[in-house]
């Protein structure tokens, strides 16, 4: 689900939770009354693509998306009650488990050494080997994984602040505000390292900062707000990028798809596109999904429509991850449904433990994981 939040008061972010539409339906939202649309049946599939499931373990129930974090064959998992747990993927097994004191409003980040997470009472929490080393004070609240890069922590507020910290020892390091939104995602936003730039989402522009000093060096228009209300004026930018080199292609939440060039900082195209989850691609084709649940492939590099699918309408889908020959969406059973990267047909479906997805299913090595609301981590070889 994707919320919003309002203001509390005037001169500070906006936080009390207004409106709560279900990523689905979320373009229906605001009609009382209405019915949730029924998902689309799944029809058998003749498995075209060998998949196996390599193994299974359970870390602990999300009721929140939390993300993991991802760095050679291992990955961190948070669950809402605070424990944060890593995993070999190679292995499928659990390396260390930690706390972090109150349950997580934001996914995971690491750097391979320190993991960060950020809990409900705005505090961001560091940790070596399951061991907390530093807690630092946030003042806002956070849905987004913190990045770990360059012996720093990097932290993007709701109200898209930025902020520093010395990952040895969360010494704040320098803090860069932006005038507040009247309305903000509950929901990850876009953070990430493209070489020595520091790139955040900030309402609808993608933004290239220096790490060191949070010196803002370019930004890039990917969509506009528009629109009478708050609600239909909301075009942040959402987690779930996909990079070739120095273009970093991103969703502007219900508004958006776009390119930019990271390294002028110049948008290369962008095309209206009424989706609520990020953007996955390769080296000629970037995809994802609308809120309905259609599947639609882009040209990577005009934005021109390359092929669409109505076959999972209103099935909840998460952001897409590429695998081999195939992108592979989650959904709210707890499917994975394995498309062709070439025109979208159906390659194969996997299961877990019908629970929804917490996040987008990742690419860990060469395992296939996925991570279910009841806790449940699942990885897959291909055959």
């Known amino acids: 689900m994707t919320s919003v939040v309002l203001p509390q008061g005037a001169g500070r972010a906006w936080r009390l939770l207004a409106g709560t ?13 209405s019915k949730k649309p029924e998902p689309a049946p799944l029809a058998p599939v003749n498995a075209l693509l060998g998949v196996r499931q390599a193994w299974s ?15 050679g064959n291992q990955l961190w998992v948070g669950s809402t009650d605070g424990s944060v747990v890593a995993l070999d993927a190679a292995a499928g097994r659990e390396l260390w488990r930690g706390q972090a004191g109150a349950p997580l409003t934001a996914g995971v980040g690491s750097d391979g050494n320190t993991v960060a997470v950020v809990t409900v009472a705005n505090e ?61 995602l509950r929901q990850a936003g876009l953070l990430m390292a493209v070489g020595d730039t520091l790139v955040a989402g900030q309402q609808g522009r993608l933004a290239g900062f220096d790490p060191n000093s949070g010196a803002l060096r370019w930004d890039s228009v990917i969509a506009s707000p528009r629109g009478t209300n708050e609600i239909e004026r909301l075009v942040e930018l959402v987690a779930g990028a996909s990079r070739q080199g120095n273009q970093l292609c991103v969703r502007a939440f219900q508004a958006a798809v776009g390119c930019v060039d990271a390294t002028r900082g110049t948008t290369v195209w962008s095309r209206a596109a ?3 989850v990020g953007v996955a691609g390769d080296d000629s084709l970037l995809f994802g999904t609308e809120a309905t649940g259609r599947v639609l492939a882009w040209q990577r590099a005009s934005g021109e429509p390359a092929w669409s699918s109505d076959r ?17 969406f989650g959904d709210a059973g707890g499917f994975l449904h394995m498309l062709s990267r070439q025109d979208g047909s159906v390659l194969n479906r996997l299961s877990t433990d019908g629970a929804g997805l917490a996040a987008a299913p990742v690419l860990v090595g060469d395992t296939l994981v996925a991570v279910t609301r009841k806790g449940g981590v699942f990885g897959w070889r291909p055959e």
């Open 274 to 276: 009424a989706g609520a």
């Open 21 to 33: 539409c279900l990523l689905a339906v979320l373009a229906a939202c605001g009609s009382s009354g």
């Open 124 to 184: 961001l929490v560091a940790m070596e080997a399951g061991r907390v080393t530093w807690r630092a004070r946030l003042g806002v609240g956070v849905f987004t994984p913190p990045l770990v890069a360059g012996r720093r922590v990097f932290v993007l507020g709701a109200d898209r602040s930025l902020r520093a910290f010395d990952a040895a020892n969360g010494a704040r390091l320098w803090q860069q505000n932006r005038p507040g939104d009247a309305l903000s």
């Open 312 to 328: 999972f309408l209103h099935r909840g889908l998460t952001a897409p991850v590429v695998v081999g020959r195939s992108v592979v």
């Open 57 to 71: 373990l359970s870390v602990g129930a999300s009721a929140a998306p939390l993300s993991p974090a991802v760095l």
